[in-house]
């Protein structure tokens, strides 16, 4: 009887946990709206090239968004989801800042005043979108209560950095608000690539202060005023942004909606791009790349990353305090094997810092500087004996056989020890000294090379269109990743980042450049690209690294 | 039984303490921070500021004080990775996304493994026999991630009848289950198998044959009782795993369960969701232990009257 009864309870107990599942789905799965991503738009003939009536896009989305909260988000990727639900002020168009949220704007005769004046823009509730709402979030991204991880981007701005370290009360920011349409910056000195490197967004404060905490975490708590608005937001799974009706240039925009689809796997994103529910695509993997490029129905197009990928040496480290040391092993890396190989032959090799994708001002940066490597290159072709020399320097001996330095990667997949194998056999082939190879997760090794625990190691940083951006990377007390501390350097950087003349800045930051490439810092290796595929049908994507148009482009045109 | 119940209450919370202590200083041993993981070269400032928002530049003993007082009034924290969300939050939604997948293959894995594991014990080295037992040591050793990518190219590219990915309709959790159910259904029938087996060798089931029960019976009654009890013990511990989910599928099929959460948690070296979510995940274990205790003690009285005394 009683093992009836315990036979009994025991199925009892696994049908309540089965309707309690059941239950849970629906609160999880949300409202079971149909997620339409296919146009079933049938258009005559003659109609072809007109653009199809149901205009809808799912796309890959790299990560879950930490919170949409212009002062408390973390991850980079959340800022492109910003750029379609908010409107900055000013938005970066074919590589040049072009008016968005602000009209117009001017700097004052000694470029210490920045005045922006607003266009007539509304939040998706209707609300106007008034210079205080900008100056509420940079408010909120200087409060130290916030812990806003990219405050420095704002320095620029008078007593910025003291009041985000909670020296000085928030009045004291260099922020004006004269009227609902201007809005007034006081910079601390002539910061000429400021607007092309550093984003302004609204903030509603009324909203972040009812919601507090939750501010941005879910969608209806996410105020919206850019071209599209968040409707839906499956936290790890996906995004639902619909066009806003309100948005100022809401008549250019011809896409409706769009699905973005957080995948963390790789085989998966591939398998939902063959089978038509993802549009677009960037595919690395070589197997897929030539099956994909025999496709009729899709095309390719080849992006610059605008990201160089590199070897950072530890200028603290016994062995590689010494330039001749570094410069040695930044010499023996062959770079065209490296990209070829590595890239799939999407990257150029590099043999300096600041990719060709950058400029100052109007001039393109590359056109008018030399890569500094190929210079010490022809002055040193045997790296053998640049490192011999090094060695001797610091009392090694001769033997380069008897130095044995670790090379440390942040990834430990099967992918990573190939690549880093590569490295391996590179130098000890070029300098017959031992390389021992060291690999973390990513975060032990970003730990790790932040905190200058490390010989050389493996590291990649993204440009912003002006060199300022990679090249403060080292420009401070610090010396950077690489603890490169070099004074000359950091004034001949600051220096460059106040100088208002184009051609005079250039100038400047080439010669910082190869400073600084030319003493060995690091090894720039080559500077990536991605190569994305797209369906024929999909129109307006384009390969401007930096832009930051969101998706407001994009449409489709005759697709089934 | 209420002594033996507030016997292993007691020790369940001891247990559940010591877990958490040993999280909470195992976490803090791994290098690296929130923020270190998240952003690239963060100036020294802007990290002080962040570290003494969420009080990591107070000592650890300290912040393990303070955690446990936390803990002690309910209060599991906000992540450090999702700024604003709160541990319990998250466990709130997202557990139930787990517990549909690892319950709705739990069930269908159990069933079918049950039933394969008696038609293989009763077909002793017949066909039947020896096509479940292939099956089954398959099924135990093919990785989960090979059978999930080999589903999911076959069943949403080659005949695209299911979604690839995603979440929020019936569609999207038949993969899911289908990849997870495989383990189950090999464990289970395999299990059960032998667990016949041994029951069919009982006296008691020669007496009933000696006795002239029918076939039917003998399986209904005697053998199939019998040797599903052991089964108990497996499936309890199986249900506690159901809502910790699956990081493989999870990630294969991009569903929004606690399985990736938790891991990307450690990869991010998000504090409070990994502490919160292991108090969560220990507590449940420990919960199905003591109910597949007390079953235990229910049917078998030897447990209970060892116990009491």
Redesign the interface.
């Known amino acids: 009887m009683?093992?009836?009864?315990?036979?009994l309870?025991?199925l009892l107990?696994?049908c309540s946990?089965?309707t309690?599942?059941?239950?849970?789905?629906e609160?999880?799965?949300?409202d079971?709206k149909e997620?339409e991503t296919q146009g079933s738009q049938t258009d005559t003939p003659d109609n072809t090239n007109a653009p199809d009536e149901v205009q809808t896009l799912s796309i890959l989305y790299s990560a879950?968004p930490?919170?949409l909260?212009v002062a408390?988000?973390?991850?980079i990727a959340d800022r492109s989801l910003f750029y379609n639900v908010l409107e900055p002020l000013v938005r970066i168009e074919n590589g040049v800042p072009a008016a968005a949220g602000a009209e117009s704007w001017s700097f004052s005769d000694d470029d210490l005043t920045l005045t922006f004046t607003l266009r007539d823009n509304c939040w998706s509730d209707g609300q106007p979108v008034t210079s205080e709402d900008y100056a509420t979030a940079l408010r909120r991204q200087a409060d130290?209560?916030?812990?806003?991880?990219?405050?420095?981007d704002y320095y620029a701005i008078v007593n910025f950095?003291a009041v985000?370290?909670?020296e000085m009360d928030a009045d004291a920011l260099g922020i004006e608000t004269p009227d609902d349409k201007t809005l007034v910056l006081h910079l601390t000195a002539p910061t000429p690539a400021l607007l092309s490197s550093s984003e302004f967004f609204p903030c509603r404060a009324d909203v972040a202060e009812a919601c507090g905490?939750?501010?941005?975490?879910e969608a209806d708590k996410t105020p919206c005023c850019g071209p599209f608005v968040l409707t839906e937001w499956?936290?790890?799974?996906?995004l639902k942004l619909e066009k806003n009706e309100k948005y100022w240039n809401a008549d250019n925009i011809l896409l409706q909606s769009a699905t973005l689809?957080?995948?963390?796997?790789s085989?998966?994103q591939l398998?939902?791009f063959?089978?038509g529910?993802l549009d677009y695509l960037t595919v690395s993997d070589a197997d897929y790349v030539k099956k994909f490029q025999g496709r009729d129905d899709m095309s390719e197009m080849l992006i610059p990353s605008a990201r160089t990928q590199m070897v950072v040496f530890n200028c603290k480290d016994d062995v590689f305090q010494n330039a001749k040391i570094r410069q040695a092993f930044s010499l023996a890396i062959d770079r065209e094997m490296l990209a070829e190989v590595i890239s799939n032959g999407t990257a150029t090799p590099a043999y300096s810092l600041i990719p060709a994708e950058c400029s100052v001002g109007s001039l393109n940066f590359r056109e008018n500087a030399d890569e500094p490597l190929l210079a010490l290159k022809a002055q040193h072709s045997d790296a053998k004996a640049l490192l011999q020399e090094g060695m001797k320097e610091l009392g090694l001996g001769e033997d380069t056989s008897k130095l044995t330095v670790s090379f440390a990667w942040g990834a430990t997949t099967a992918t990573a020890r190939t690549y880093a194998e590569l490295y391996q056999q590179m130098w000890q082939d070029a300098l017959g000294c031992v390389v021992e190879l060291e690999f973390n997760?990513?975060?032990?090794h970003?730990?790790?090379v932040?905190q200058g625990n490390y010989q050389m190691a493996i590291?990649s940083?993204g440009a912003n269109i002006e060199p300022q951006f990679q090249l403060s990377?080292w420009a401070?007390k610090?010396g950077?990743?690489s603890q490169w501390q070099n004074a000359d350097y950091n004034s001949l950087v600051s220096r460059a980042n106040q100088t208002v003349d184009e051609k005079e800045r250039l100038e400047l930051y080439a010669q910082a450049e190869e400073m600084i490439v030319t003493d060995a810092a690091f090894a720039p290796v080559y500077f990536a690209a991605q190569r994305r595929f797209y369906y024929n049908y999909l129109q307006g994507l384009t390969g401007n690294t930096f832009d930051t148009m969101g998706l407001s482009g994009l449409y489709t045109v005759g697709r089934e | 039984m209420l002594k033996f119940t507030l016997k292993r209450l007691g020790y369940m919370l001891v247990v559940l303490f010591i877990v958490v202590t040993i999280t909470f200083f195992l976490v803090h041993s791994?290098?690296?921070?929130?923020?270190?993981?998240?952003?690239?070269?963060?100036?020294?400032?802007?990290r002080?500021?962040?570290l003494?928002?969420?009080g990591f530049d107070q000592p650890l003993g300290v912040q393990y004080v303070r955690f446990i007082k936390a803990c002690l009034c309910g209060n599991l924290g906000?992540s450090l990775?999702?700024?604003?969300?709160k541990v319990i939050d998250i466990v709130r939604?997202?557990?139930?996304?787990s517990?549909?997948i690892g319950?709705?293959s739990l069930?269908i894995g159990f069933t079918i493994g049950i039933l394969c594991g008696i038609l293989a014990a009763l077909n002793r080295n017949k066909w039947p026999d020896k096509l479940i037992m292939v099956i089954a040591i398959l099924g135990t050793t093919i990785p989960t991630f090979v059978t999930a990518?080999v589903l999911?190219?076959l069943l949403?590219?080659t005949w695209?009848i299911f979604?690839?990915?995603?979440?929020?309709?019936a569609k999207h959790?038949v993969l899911p289950v289908l990849c997870m159910c495989v383990g189950p259904v090999a464990t289970y029938a395999r299990y059960m198998r032998s667990s016949v087996l041994d029951t069919v060798n009982q006296d008691y089931i020669l007496t009933a044959e000696a006795k002239g029960v029918s076939q039917f019976r003998i399986v209904t009654r005697h053998i199939f009782?019998n040797s599903?009890?052991p089964c108990?013990t497996m499936?309890c511990s199986s249900?506690a795993g159901?809502f910790s989910g699956s990081f493989i599928i999870e990630?294969?099929?991009?569903?929004?369960g606690l399985g990736?959460?938790f891991i990307s948690a450690i990869?991010?070296?998000d504090y409070s969701v990994v502490l919160g979510l292991n108090i969560i995940f220990t507590g449940i274990y420990i919960l199905a232990m003591l109910?597949c205790d007390i079953?235990m003690a229910?049917?078998d009285?030897r447990i209970r009257y060892s116990n009491d005394r």
Not at chain 2, 30 to 46: F, K, N, R, S, W
């Open positions: 009683k093992r009836a009864f315990a036979l309870l025991s107990m696994l946990l089965l309690a599942c059941g239950g849970g789905n609160t999880a799965g949300g079971e997620q879950e930490s919170v909260d408390r988000f973390l991850g130290p209560k916030n812990a806003f991880a990219f405050a420095s950095e985000s370290t909670g905490d939750t501010f941005g975490t499956t936290h790890n799974s996906a689809n957080i995948i963390p796997d085989n998966a398998a939902s063959e089978n529910s997760d990513s975060s032990t970003m730990s790790n932040n590291t940083w990377r401070n610090k950077g990743q | 791994i290098p690296g921070d929130p923020i270190t993981a998240m952003v690239q070269d963060l100036p020294e400032e802007t002080t500021v962040y003494a928002r969420y906000e990775r999702y700024p604003g969300r939604n997202y557990a139930p996304v517990g549909v319950g709705l069930a990518a999911q190219y949403t590219v695209p979604p690839t990915t995603g979440w929020g309709q959790i009782r599903f009890l108990i499936i249900i159901i990630s294969i099929f991009a569903i929004p990736k959460y990869n991010d070296r109910l079953l229910l049917t009285p």
